[in-house]
Protein backbone atom coordinates (compact mmCIF):
# COMPACT_ATOMS: atom_id res chain seq x y z
CA UNK A 1 0.00 0.00 0.00
CA UNK A 2 1.23 3.79 -0.66
CA UNK A 3 2.25 5.65 2.28
CA UNK A 4 1.05 9.51 3.06
CA UNK A 5 -0.77 9.47 -0.71
CA UNK A 6 2.50 8.65 -2.12
CA UNK A 7 2.48 6.13 -5.20
CA UNK A 8 4.68 3.21 -4.97
CA UNK A 9 7.33 5.02 -7.02
CA UNK A 10 8.23 6.33 -3.33
CA UNK A 11 7.75 3.41 -1.78
CA UNK A 12 7.39 0.21 -3.40
CA UNK A 13 5.64 -2.48 -0.77
CA UNK A 14 7.35 -5.98 0.19
CA UNK A 15 5.08 -7.43 -2.72
CA UNK A 16 6.22 -5.43 -5.46
CA UNK A 17 9.96 -5.53 -4.60
CA UNK A 18 9.65 -9.24 -4.32
CA UNK A 19 7.96 -9.36 -7.77
CA UNK A 20 11.06 -7.73 -8.41
CA UNK A 21 13.09 -9.54 -6.76
CA UNK A 22 11.62 -13.02 -8.81
CA UNK A 23 12.00 -11.33 -12.45
CA UNK A 24 15.22 -10.30 -11.58
CA UNK A 25 16.18 -13.69 -10.93
CA UNK A 26 14.01 -15.21 -13.73
CA UNK A 27 15.19 -13.29 -16.67
CA UNK A 28 19.13 -13.92 -15.26
CA UNK A 29 20.23 -10.65 -14.65
CA UNK A 30 20.67 -10.62 -10.65
CA UNK A 31 22.76 -13.45 -10.93
CA UNK A 32 25.15 -12.13 -13.71
CA UNK A 33 25.32 -8.71 -11.88
CA UNK A 34 26.01 -9.92 -8.33
CA UNK A 35 28.78 -12.37 -9.68
CA UNK A 36 30.06 -9.03 -11.95
CA UNK A 37 30.34 -7.11 -8.59
CA UNK A 38 32.28 -10.01 -6.60
CA UNK A 39 34.58 -10.57 -8.94
CA UNK A 40 35.65 -6.61 -9.07
CA UNK A 41 35.33 -6.70 -6.17
CA UNK A 42 37.94 -9.83 -5.55
CA UNK A 43 40.37 -8.80 -7.93
CA UNK A 44 40.47 -5.08 -6.65
CA UNK A 45 41.39 -6.61 -2.94
CA UNK A 46 44.08 -9.05 -3.96
CA UNK A 47 46.03 -6.36 -6.10
CA UNK A 48 45.25 -3.50 -3.54
CA UNK A 49 46.46 -6.07 -0.92
CA UNK A 50 49.61 -6.93 -2.41
CA UNK A 51 50.70 -3.67 -3.64
CA UNK A 52 49.78 -2.40 0.10
CA UNK A 53 51.45 -4.66 1.93
CA UNK A 54 54.72 -4.89 -0.07
CA UNK A 55 55.22 -1.38 0.03
CA UNK A 56 54.12 -0.70 3.52
CA UNK A 57 56.81 -3.49 4.80
CA UNK A 58 59.53 -1.88 2.28
CA UNK A 59 58.75 1.31 3.62
CA UNK A 60 58.79 0.03 7.46
CA UNK A 61 61.84 -1.57 6.96
CA UNK A 62 63.76 1.00 5.56
CA UNK A 63 64.15 4.92 6.44
CA UNK A 64 65.61 6.34 3.94
CA UNK A 65 62.49 4.76 1.69
CA UNK A 66 60.09 6.31 3.77
CA UNK A 67 61.62 9.86 3.74
CA UNK A 68 61.22 9.74 0.05
CA UNK A 69 58.35 7.93 -0.28
CA UNK A 70 56.29 9.93 2.88
CA UNK A 71 55.15 12.99 1.31
CA UNK A 72 54.08 11.92 -2.13
CA UNK A 73 52.00 8.61 -0.61
CA UNK A 74 50.33 11.67 2.49
CA UNK A 75 49.92 13.65 -0.88
CA UNK A 76 47.99 10.95 -2.77
CA UNK A 77 46.48 10.02 0.47
CA UNK A 78 44.72 13.30 1.03
CA UNK A 79 43.34 13.74 -2.66
CA UNK A 80 39.83 11.44 -1.94
CA UNK A 81 39.12 8.46 -4.41
CA UNK A 82 36.09 10.35 -5.46
CA UNK A 83 38.37 13.19 -6.83
CA UNK A 84 39.77 10.80 -9.11
CA UNK A 85 36.82 9.62 -10.85
CA UNK A 86 36.74 11.97 -14.06
CA UNK A 87 40.40 11.40 -14.63
CA UNK A 88 40.03 7.51 -14.95
CA UNK A 89 37.10 8.18 -17.20
CA UNK A 90 38.93 10.29 -19.11
CA UNK A 91 41.78 7.82 -19.41
CA UNK A 92 40.13 4.31 -19.89
CA UNK A 93 36.60 5.50 -20.57
CA UNK A 94 33.05 3.71 -18.33
CA UNK A 95 33.65 0.65 -17.77
CA UNK A 96 35.73 -1.96 -15.65
CA UNK A 97 39.14 -0.49 -15.99
CA UNK A 98 37.86 2.46 -13.58
CA UNK A 99 35.90 0.60 -11.01
CA UNK A 100 39.32 -1.75 -10.39
CA UNK A 101 41.60 0.91 -10.57
CA UNK A 102 39.50 3.20 -7.68
CA UNK A 103 39.07 0.53 -5.60
CA UNK A 104 42.80 -0.87 -5.60
CA UNK A 105 43.49 2.96 -4.75
CA UNK A 106 40.64 2.79 -2.02
CA UNK A 107 42.03 -0.85 -0.51
CA UNK A 108 46.07 0.62 -0.42
CA UNK A 109 46.21 3.50 2.20
CA UNK A 110 44.75 1.07 4.83
CA UNK A 111 46.88 -1.94 4.11
CA UNK A 112 49.96 0.61 3.75
CA UNK A 113 49.61 2.26 6.58
CA UNK A 114 48.62 -0.51 9.04
CA UNK A 115 51.44 -2.59 7.43
CA UNK A 116 54.11 -0.11 7.64
CA UNK A 117 53.50 0.80 11.60
CA UNK A 118 53.16 -2.81 12.47
CA UNK A 119 56.71 -3.66 10.98
CA UNK A 120 57.99 -0.57 12.72
CA UNK A 121 56.23 -2.01 15.84
CA UNK A 122 57.96 -5.30 15.92
CA UNK A 123 60.00 -5.91 19.00
CA UNK A 124 64.12 -5.77 18.07
CA UNK A 125 65.24 -8.36 20.42
CA UNK A 126 62.73 -10.47 18.15
CA UNK A 127 65.05 -9.97 14.88
CA UNK A 128 68.38 -9.78 17.43
CA UNK A 129 67.41 -13.59 18.56
CA UNK A 130 66.99 -14.67 15.17
CA UNK A 131 69.91 -13.10 13.31
CA UNK A 132 71.97 -14.57 16.17
CA UNK A 133 70.99 -17.94 14.97
CA UNK A 134 72.32 -17.43 11.81
CA UNK A 135 69.13 -16.29 9.65
CA UNK A 136 69.38 -14.06 6.38
CA UNK A 137 67.40 -10.82 5.98
CA UNK A 138 65.22 -12.12 4.17
CA UNK A 139 64.43 -14.96 6.63
CA UNK A 140 63.98 -12.29 9.66
CA UNK A 141 61.65 -10.52 6.93
CA UNK A 142 60.05 -13.86 6.11
CA UNK A 143 59.55 -15.50 9.73
CA UNK A 144 59.89 -12.99 12.39
CA UNK A 145 58.76 -9.52 10.66
CA UNK A 146 56.18 -10.38 8.78
CA UNK A 147 54.52 -13.13 10.82
CA UNK A 148 54.74 -10.48 13.75
CA UNK A 149 53.08 -7.53 11.86
CA UNK A 150 50.46 -9.41 11.18
CA UNK A 151 47.28 -8.18 13.61
CA UNK A 152 48.34 -4.74 11.99
CA UNK A 153 48.32 -6.39 8.36
CA UNK A 154 45.02 -7.88 9.02
CA UNK A 155 43.68 -4.90 10.47
CA UNK A 156 44.35 -2.84 7.87
CA UNK A 157 42.85 -5.73 5.71
CA UNK A 158 39.44 -5.54 6.91
CA UNK A 159 39.44 -1.35 7.14
CA UNK A 160 40.06 -1.12 3.62
CA UNK A 161 37.90 -4.66 2.70
CA UNK A 162 34.79 -2.54 4.14
CA UNK A 163 36.33 0.50 2.37
CA UNK A 164 36.30 -0.71 -0.72
CA UNK A 165 33.02 -2.35 -0.82
CA UNK A 166 31.36 0.70 -0.27
CA UNK A 167 33.50 2.37 -3.26
CA UNK A 168 32.18 -0.50 -5.48
CA UNK A 169 28.99 0.11 -5.13
CA UNK A 170 29.22 3.92 -5.60
CA UNK A 171 31.55 3.26 -8.77
CA UNK A 172 29.50 0.54 -10.27
CA UNK A 173 26.83 3.24 -10.36
CA UNK A 174 29.05 5.79 -12.16
CA UNK A 175 31.24 3.77 -14.49
CA UNK A 176 29.61 0.35 -14.84
CA UNK A 177 26.73 -1.34 -16.81
CA UNK A 178 26.49 -4.32 -14.76
CA UNK A 179 26.73 -5.17 -11.31
CA UNK A 180 24.74 -4.21 -8.14
CA UNK A 181 25.83 -0.23 -7.90
CA UNK A 182 24.13 -0.45 -11.59
CA UNK A 183 20.76 -1.89 -10.62
CA UNK A 184 20.41 0.49 -7.91
CA UNK A 185 21.44 3.63 -10.22
CA UNK A 186 19.48 2.11 -13.02
CA UNK A 187 16.55 1.36 -11.18
CA UNK A 188 15.88 5.30 -9.75
CA UNK A 189 16.45 6.19 -13.56
CA UNK A 190 14.11 3.82 -15.08
CA UNK A 191 11.55 4.67 -12.05
CA UNK A 192 11.16 1.27 -10.90
CA UNK A 193 12.46 1.93 -7.27
CA UNK A 194 11.30 -1.84 -6.62
CA UNK A 195 14.66 -2.87 -8.46
CA UNK A 196 16.70 -0.35 -6.49
CA UNK A 197 15.22 -1.92 -3.08
CA UNK A 198 16.28 -5.31 -4.58
CA UNK A 199 19.81 -3.84 -5.12
CA UNK A 200 19.77 -2.16 -1.33
CA UNK A 201 18.88 -5.78 -0.07
CA UNK A 202 21.47 -7.70 -2.26
CA UNK A 203 24.26 -4.95 -1.36
CA UNK A 204 23.72 -5.95 2.71
CA UNK A 205 23.51 -9.61 1.93
CA UNK A 206 26.52 -9.70 -0.15
CA UNK A 207 28.62 -7.81 2.93
CA UNK A 208 27.13 -10.25 5.59
CA UNK A 209 28.26 -13.05 2.97
CA UNK A 210 32.06 -11.26 2.57
CA UNK A 211 32.26 -10.96 6.02
CA UNK A 212 30.80 -14.01 7.83
CA UNK A 213 32.38 -16.34 4.83
CA UNK A 214 35.70 -15.53 4.19
CA UNK A 215 36.66 -12.34 6.30
CA UNK A 216 36.72 -13.40 9.88
CA UNK A 217 37.68 -17.30 8.88
CA UNK A 218 40.31 -15.59 7.32
CA UNK A 219 41.44 -13.56 10.42
CA UNK A 220 41.05 -16.68 12.84
CA UNK A 221 42.77 -18.67 10.82
CA UNK A 222 45.73 -16.42 10.05
CA UNK A 223 46.14 -15.74 13.96
CA UNK A 224 45.65 -18.79 15.03
CA UNK A 225 48.06 -20.17 12.37
CA UNK A 226 50.66 -17.69 13.88
CA UNK A 227 49.85 -18.14 17.41
CA UNK A 228 48.79 -14.65 17.85
CA UNK A 229 45.44 -15.54 19.25
CA UNK A 230 44.94 -17.73 22.90
CA UNK A 231 42.31 -20.12 22.05
CA UNK A 232 39.84 -21.54 25.13
CA UNK A 233 41.87 -24.83 24.79
CA UNK A 234 45.10 -22.55 24.93
CA UNK A 235 43.99 -21.06 28.03
CA UNK A 236 42.92 -24.17 29.66
Request: aromatic share 14%; net charge positive; glycine share 10%.
Given at each position: ?153 ITGFRVGAGFAFRGLIFAEMLAAKTGVGYL ?53
Amino acid sequence: MPLVGLSEFFYPSPQRVARAFGELIQKGILPVYVRDSLVRYAASIAIGVVIGVVLGVAVGLNRLLARLLGPFVNFLYAIVEGAWIPLFVVWWGYGVEVIVVLLVYIVFFPMFFNTMVAVRTVPQAYVNAVRALGASRWQVVAEVIVPAALPGIITGFRVGAGFAFRGLIFAEMLAAKTGVGYLIYEGVSNQHTARTIVGMVCMGVMWLFIDRVYLKPFEQVTIERWGLLVTPEGQG
